[in-house]
Each structure stands twice: as structure tokens, then as C-alpha cells.
């Protein structure tokens, strides 16, 4: 991850990273790692425990700061009361039983149960034990207490265990604690309150029970998208059409497969909502006929008639008319000749309050790749076109664009 694909959400954003007892302790490692290079500026405290399972060292070189251990408690004056009070998120993975009881108590034995103390952000916690210590009464209470407290608990996960054993108890994967930091972090962002629903994927239109038409979508700029939406703290719905992606954490998710799915979807969610963005490839056409049997390869070259799909930002702008809402809507234009002429005639057509189009001949921009060389048109006649950049870095763009646009219009 270089500073191209530094996250604007994480962005200077101090973070504690507590470290305890587990075997655990060296995927935290890769965490620390991951929100440094994302931009954030991480504080790894660890126990006695950690520092016999990873040196202190590793997370020096990883975050580039001092890893701080109990004994640093008697050396810098209140440090306790520093670190606590000068971070955005306090994040333990892992945590284990030890801890989690020393956080629900309020024991002060340990710098960081004391930065707990102390601190008044949020704070995350992965647990990771054996699947008989989660499974205690005990340890059962002390997550109801942190989570009564305001604390989120996040995992942990089934799987097979340091003693053999396989069920829940298992610390969640970096990545996916990342996604919790992500979304802690954007609460208060500008789109905190506002529901946005997001399409994303390319549209399948089945033939026969084999075969379909399909495009080249790999749904990559849509997720990007969501997440941008999550980060800036909004509610967000991810219409997907079928990708290997996952979904970011904290997006609701509604899987459909053809174009008229994806219609009833959208058209079902968009009351209420303050902000639709279509960046699905939506097929236009679709076979008129579908074959209940696979067509057989020995009877010859079948005759495929095709039928127009129905456009579904239109059906939007049409109901809208009626309920008000979405307050904007925001349409995608992939073309591969006369770019903007052809992305200008959408946005009038359609009501948009911004289009995004990309030229998709270009073979570092569109289908499956990570970059994007993206033009932005609002109603105003503005043009802003955007240098090659990551689709992570369009997104965030294009979700600052649509904050702006939902605070001019309240």
C-alpha cells in the first residue's frame, strides 16, 4: 500500500492498538501494519503476556513509533492519561479472557487497561481464546458489560483453535477488523444520518440453464463506492450483481442476478433514501425467449432474439417525481467514443445530479483493473476530469461530491 492508497477516513487518525496474551498476537502484527499504511498513526501497547509470544520490535518496524510495554508506564509520567486522551479509537486484538475481565472491572493493573481508563473514543475489542474460555459464563458477562458500556466486540469466529480444538473463539482477520476501524471512525463523517444505496457488479441474463449475457463488470468501482459511503458514515445498501467481491463491513447486501432483478431491488429500496448511485452495468438487452433446456450444441447455431431491458434510472426519476426521494441521483456512463457528449445526454435525460463517466477503450481505466480515469458533469455544466487514479480514491471523490451536493440542497 503506498501513499496513493492511503484512506481518507484513517487519515492521521491516532490509533491505540492493544496487544495481549494470544497466539493471535503475530496477525496483529499484519493490523498495525495495514492501518500505517492506510494512514493512520498507531500506538501499539502491549502486555507482559504479547511480548512473549512478538517482540515490541516487530511493531516498530511496522509502524515506525515506539511499541510500549508495562514497564514504559515508570518511566514517561502519566503516559496513561497521554495516550488516552490523544486517541481517536482504542482497538484490542487480540483480547483475550484476561483482558477482557481486567476492561470490564475497571482494574488499572497494566498500562493498557489504564489507557482504557482514561480514554473517552471509541473503543473495539477481537477477542481471541480457546473455544471453552469464550464459551464460559464468566467471560460471557464481561463481554455483556463492555458492550452495555458502549464498547464494540467484534468476533470472534469459528475455527480451529492452538489446543486442536475447532469452534468460536477464533480473532477475526485483519482485514475484516480494519473494516470495523473504517466504520467506527466515519461515524460522525458528512453522510452520518443519510441512507444510501448503492448499485454495483455486472447483470447476467440467462439463455438457457447454462449460458447468459453478460459484460465485463467486476462490480470493483461500485464497492469502492459503498465503502467511501461507509466511511463518510452513511447508511449504506450495496445492490450487487453477481462478483467474487466482498462486501465492505457495515453495508447491507442484496444479491440479484438479472436486470429485472436488480429493477424490483432498487425500486423497492429507493423510498426514503437520500442518495442513489447506479455504477452497476446493467444490461440493456436481454434474450426475449429463454430456453427451458440447454440448447444443444448438435442442432446448429441457434437464432438469438433479443429485447430491451427497461432503464432503471428512468423508472427512478419517474417515481421520484411522486415521493421526493432519493434527493439525488447519481448515474454511471462507460462509453467508448464521444464521452462526453454521450455522458452529457444522460444526465439530462435522467435527471441526474452528477454523472461519472470513463472512457473504457483506455486499457488502465473501466473493466477489472484497479485504477480509473473518470470525468465528473453536474447539472451546472461543470466538467472536472480526474487524473488516473485508484478506484478507492475516485470513490472517496465521488462521495465528497455527493456530501457537497446533499448540503447545498438541505
Same mark, same amino acid.
Given at each position: ?56 520490535l516487530?511493531?516498530?518496524s ?7 510495554v508495562?514497564?514504559? %508506564?515508570w518511566?514517561?509520567h502519566? %503516559? ?8 481517536d %479509537?482504542?482497538?484490542i ?7 477482557l ?15 482504557? %481508563? ?33 464498547a ?16 468460536l473463539?477464533?480473532m ?82 442484496r444479491?440479484?442476478e ?16 437520500d ?25 446448429g447455431?441457434p ?69 480509473n ?22 470513490a ?15
Open positions: 500500500m503506498t501513499s496513493h492508497s492511503k484512506i481518507e477516513v484513517l487519515a492521521g487518525r491516532r490509533i491505540v492498538l492493544g496487544v495481549t496474551g494470544s497466539i493471535a498476537a503475530y496477525k496483529s502484527a499484519d493490523l498495525a501494519s495495514k492501518l500505517t499504511q492506510a494512514g493512520a498513526v498507531v500506538d501499539v501497547v502491549m502486555t507482559e503476556a504479547a511480548c512473549r509470544f512478538i517482540s515490541p516487530t511493531f516498530q511496522v509502524t515506525g513509533r515506539k511499541a510500549y508495562d514497564d514504559d %508506564l518511566v514517561e502519566v %503516559l496513561h492519561i497521554r495516550l488516552g486522551r490523544e486517541a %479509537l482504542i482497538l486484538a487480540p483480547c483475550t479472557a484476561t483482558t475481565s481486567r476492561l470490564a472491572t475497571g482494574s488499572g493493573e497494566g498500562l493498557l487497561p489504564l489507557i482504557a %481508563l482514561a480514554a473517552d473514543c471509541p473503543m473495539l475489542v477481537a477477542p481471541a481464546m480457546d473455544v471453552g474460555m469464550y464459551a464460559h459464563a464468566a467471560t460471557q458477562a464481561n463481554v455483556a458489560v463492555l458492550e452495555e458500556r458502549g464494540a466486540i467484534l468476533g470472534p469466529v469459528e475455527g480451529r483453535m492452538a489446543s486442536g480444538e475447532m469452534g473463539g477464533r477475526l482477520e485483519p482485514t475484516s477488523i480494519l473494516g470495523h476501524v473504517r466504520q467506527s471512525l466515519g461515524d460522525d463523517g458528512p453522510l452520518a444520518g443519510r441512507k444510501v444505496i448503492v448499485t454495483a457488479g455486472g447483470t447476467r441474463e440467462p439463455v438457457d440453464p447454462v449460458r447468459v449475457i453478460a459484460n465485463r463488470s467486476s462490480g470493483k468501482q461500485g464497492y469502492a463506492i459503498a465503502q467511501a459511503a461507509v466511511d463518510a458514515g452513511a447508511d449504506v445498501l450495496l445492490i450487487s450483481a453477481p462478483t467474487c467481491l466482498k462486501a465492505p463491513v457495515g453495508v447491507d447486501v444479491s440479484v438479472t436486470a429485472s432483478d436488480m429493477q424490483d431491488a432498487v425500486l423497492a429500496a429507493v423510498d426514503n433514501a442518495v442513489l448511485v447506479m455504477a452497476a452495468a446493467v444490461a440493456d438487452f436481454r434474450p426475449a425467449d429463454f430456453q427451458a433446456e440447454k440448447i444443444k450444441r448438435r442442432k447455431v437464432a438469438l432474439e433479443l429485447e430491451r431491458t427497461d432503464d432503471i434510472l428512468a423508472l427512478v426519476a419517474k417515481q421520484r417525481e411522486k415521493s421526493g426521494t432519493p434527493v439525488l441521483l447519481v448515474g454511471f456512463a462507460a462509453e467508448s467514443e464521444d464521452l462526453l457528449d454521450h455522458a452529457r445526454a444522460k444526465l439530462d435525460e435522467k435527471g441526474l445530479a452528477l454523472i461519472v463517466a470513463n472512457d473504457i477503450s483506455q486499457p488502465d481505466a473501466g473493466f477489472s483493473v484497479d485504477t480515469r473518470v470525468v465528473l458533469i453536474g447539472t451546472d455544466g461543470g466538467v472536472e476530469e480526474l487524473p488516473l487514479m485508484s478506484k478507492i480514491k475516485v472517496e471523490t465521488v462521495i465528497a461530491r455527493i456530501a457537497s451536493l446533499l448540503t447545498s440542497t438541505s
